[in-house]
């Protein structure tokens, strides 16, 4: 077993509340409603993932399953372009997108398969200076949600997905890889689920990802990162912002 790599979010108060950074061989979900940042946190964890270890990076590329098509290279350079000025260094944002893999995913089944894809990348990649270290599910829900509705189909999903769940859990174990899956949540109580904290779904996630972060917004840019029933972190909470530049104090 590698030893685990720990990625660092440009946020001091977020690394801190996840004991040092986004672990590798672990899967991070991050939940929340539509514009909470979701998927602004991991086109910056994919920005940071290929800096150097001394700068909280891994050192390696990444892969992207976009199930919304809501990945934006322009998103991406002005990260970039932000790492430039925090580390007064001349960053290529053309050479970060290089080493951002993106595909679509059209449907779960698609989704489900993308993981095999992703694992054979991965093994080409292995033993290049730009190993694969992270790979994003952005949404990892969405097309489960549209495809699978009604009560009968409930257990069907939960099957998927937790077979899905448990591919990318052996991804960052193989791989010594970070896992992140992104969970829109409802902001008002719903009707059969209750807590609104609780992603749809309910307990679908709750036991195979290791960590579990809430992400809501506060004012202006600020956005409140909750840890929550983590089995080896206390729980808590951290600030952190959204900018032009990309995530910050
Ligand atoms: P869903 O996928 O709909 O569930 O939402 P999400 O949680 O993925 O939200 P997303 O990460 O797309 O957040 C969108 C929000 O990020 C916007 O409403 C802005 O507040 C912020 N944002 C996006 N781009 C920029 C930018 O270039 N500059 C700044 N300052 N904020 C941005
Ligand atoms: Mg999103």
């Known amino acids: 077993r590698m030893e685990v790599g720990k990625l660092r979010t440009g946020c001091e108060e977020f690394d801190e509340l996840m004991g040092g950074g986004i672990e590798t061989q672990s899967i991070t979900e991050m ?17 940071n993932t290929q800096l150097p270890r001394d700068m ?10 976009d199930t919304e098509n809501t990945f934006r290279p322009e998103r991406i350079e002005q990260m970039v372009a932000g790492l430039s000025q925090k580390f007064e260094q001349d960053f290529d944002p ?16 698609h989704q489900i398969l993308l993981v095999d894809a992703a694992m054979e990348m991965a093994n080409n990649l292995k033993n290049t ?6 790979v994003i599910v952005d949404s990892l829900t969405a097309h489960f949600r549209a495809e699978y509705v009604g009560r009968g189909t409930l ?3 939960q099957q998927k997905l937790n077979k899905h769940l448990h591919d990318l859990q052996r991804f960052g174990d193989l791989n010594n890889a970070s896992v992140i899956v992104t969970n829109q949540v409802m902001s ?15 307990h679908i996630l709750g036991h195979t990802a290791t960590f579990r972060l809430y992400i809501r917004k506060s004012k202006g840019d600020k956005r409140i990162v909750k840890l929550v029933d983590s089995p080896c ?3 808590g909470e ?9 995530l910050c104090d």
């Not at 200076?129 to 992270?134: A, I, M």
């Not at 951290?238 to 990309?246: K, L, P, Q, S």
């Open 233 to 235: 972190l206390p729980d």
């Open 31 to 47: 939940y929340g409603e539509f514009g909470s940042g979701k998927t602004q946190i991991a086109h910056q964890l994919a920005v």
């Open 94 to 109: 053309a050479e970060f997108l290089k080493n951002i893999h993106v595909a679509r995913a059209y449907n779960s089944n």
């Open 188 to 202: 008002k109580p719903d009707a059969f689920f209750g807590d609104p904290t609780r992603p749809i779904g309910g």
């Open 155 to 157: 257990a069907d999903r």
């Open 129 to 134: 200076d730009k190993p694969v270290r992270l």
């Open 238 to 246: 951290a600030v952190a912002c959204i900018t032009t530049d990309g």
């Open 56 to 65: 909280g990076g891994l050192d390696g590329s990444v892969i992207i399953i």
